[in-house]
Each structure stands twice: as C-alpha cells, then as structure tokens.
C-alpha cells in the first residue's frame, strides 16, 4: 500500500528535510516514526528538500507499507510517535506509481520579509529586516520573472545530478501584509537556494540596491556575467505553502520542458491564498 501524507513543520531545529548521518531532519524523524509501526525498513519521498531552517505548511511525502492500521487512524497513530514540531495533517491511499516528487504539478512557496522589529512569536518564522521597502519596485521586478527561464544565477553551487536550470514560474506575486512583506512563488519545481535568492534579489530591488531591470538580466546567460549575484535571505523566513499533482511523472533536474507544452495555471496557482 502506497501512502501519501500532508506534513507540516517548524524547520528551525532541524538541518532540512533529507536525512543526514547523526543529524536531526524531518526525513529521518518521519522514517522513524514509520518504521516504529510497521516494525520493518521504508524508505520515505518528499516533495522538496526544504533547507536548513526553512518550514512546511503542505510537504507532501509517500512511502509503501506492508501494513499497519486502518487507513482512518495512521495520522493519529504517526502524531503519537513523531515530535511536536512535526504534524501529519492529512494521509491518503495512492496508487503505486505516485511520486511525491516527480508527479508535482506545482510548489507554492512564500516568503515572509518583517519591515518592522519582530516580536518573540514571529523571530523563527520571518526575516526581520526592519525598515521600510519600495513596494512598487518589488513588484515590478517579480513579474520579469514570471514565465519559463534559465535560473542558474538564482541557484546554489549544483548537484551532479542537475543538468537542466531551466524553470517555469507561474506566478510571483509581492504584498504587504501589516508589517511584513510577502513573497509569494508558485513554479513547477525550484533549484537549490533559488526561492531564497529570487527573494533576495526582490530585497536588494525594494531597498534601492538593485535596479529593477537587473532581475530580468540576472535571466540572461550573458547578461549575468555583469550583474552581481543575488543575496541569500535566511531559511527562517521561508515555508513551502502547498503542492499540487498532475499525472505525469517528470524530473526537472535533468528534463527541460522546451520540448514539452507548459502546463497551465489554474486558478489556485496563479493567486496563492493567503495560508
């Protein structure tokens, strides 16, 4: 029986989603809490390797199990033995050739920018930059990069495995929400580090540091030899928000849509909620 479940976390305490020798992740802490109920070896997929620090309202992870409990109960019998930084929302039946990462249609991240001193209640969650941002010019920069590009420079040093840098962003939308600024992304799948330097970038723009029209030639394979890299925001301010499916398996890191026709947005996608 293959299992599809709806995870969210606080990722402060923990180094990232993917298991790591002698670390705590949340990879790890959900491959132990399984194995404690059905008392065998699985193996456990997510969606995306959130980073270091960074937080999940709608992970999306499958595994296959050989057995356990009545379907109705396998979230309440997984909470029991998972820590209270991470909760299964929701737990499905699926059917086999399911991926919780090849089969995603969409990744909604957002991230949370405080223009103002943060409380307590917020410091895990937000990047408290603490003064006041241009809004217009956020926004005018996000939609240049809206559409499908080549996002080598928004990305970390890559992965072997990662031949193609190319992704398709549905939406980028930039909003004040009381006395934090929102970066909201919806794409088909990101590079290592690319929400957190998009977000940088937006940063750097509203504070006057970055003209807008950088942003786009930060796009450009040759253009961007010119223009100085994007910084990158701390992980604390990001949380993957959702993630849709399709039915079609594909690997984005080595599979580039130019020959594949787009998906289209729907309308959930192309305006994130506000979760």
């Not at 995870?7 to 194995?35: H, I, P």
């Not at 504070?207 to 807008?212: D, F, Q, S």
């Not at 786009?216 to 928000?241: F, Q, Y």
Request: glycine share 6%; with cysteine; aromatic share 8%.
């Amino acid at each position: 029986m293959r299992l599809a479940v709806t995870v969210a976390y606080d990722g402060s305490d923990f180094r990232g989603w993917a298991l790591q020798k002698n670390e705590r992740t949340v990879q790890g802490s959900l491959t132990k809490a399984v194995r404690l109920i059905v008392g065998e070896d699985i193996e456990i997929f997510g969606s995306s390797r959130t980073d270091s620090g960074a937080h999940a309202k709608g992970q999306v992870a499958h595994f296959d199990v050989p057995h356990g409990p009545p379907l109705g109960k396998w979230s309440e019998v997984l909470n029991k033995r998972l820590p209270p930084d991470i909760r299964i929302l929701r737990i499905r039946e699926t059917k086999p050739d399911f991926h919780a990462r090849f089969s995603t249609r969409s990744r909604f991240y957002r991230y949370r920018i405080a223009v103002a001193d943060v409380d307590p209640f917020r410091a895990r969650q937000v990047h408290g930059y603490g003064e006041p941002l241009d809004l217009e010019k956020m926004q005018a920069a996000a939609a240049l990069l809206v559409g499908y590009h080549d996002f080598r420079a928004y990305t970390e040093e890559l992965d072997p495995t990662v031949e193609n840098t190319r992704r398709r962003l549905f939406s980028v939308d930039v909003r004040r929400v009381r006395d934090e600024v929102w970066v909201d992304v919806v794409g088909t799948a990101f590079l290592r580090g690319m929400m957190r330097r998009m977000a940088g970038a937006l940063l750097e723009t509203g504070r006057g540091y970055r003209p807008v029209v950088e942003v786009s030639r930060l796009l450009d394979p040759e253009e961007r030899r010119n223009v100085h890299p994007p910084v990158v925001l701390p992980a604390k301010g990001l949380c993957l928000m959702r993630v849709t499916y399709g039915r079609r398996l594909l690997d984005h890191r080595t599979t580039s849509l130019d020959h594949f026709p787009l998906p289209v947005a729907t309308p959930d996608e192309a305006r994130p909620s506000a979760l």
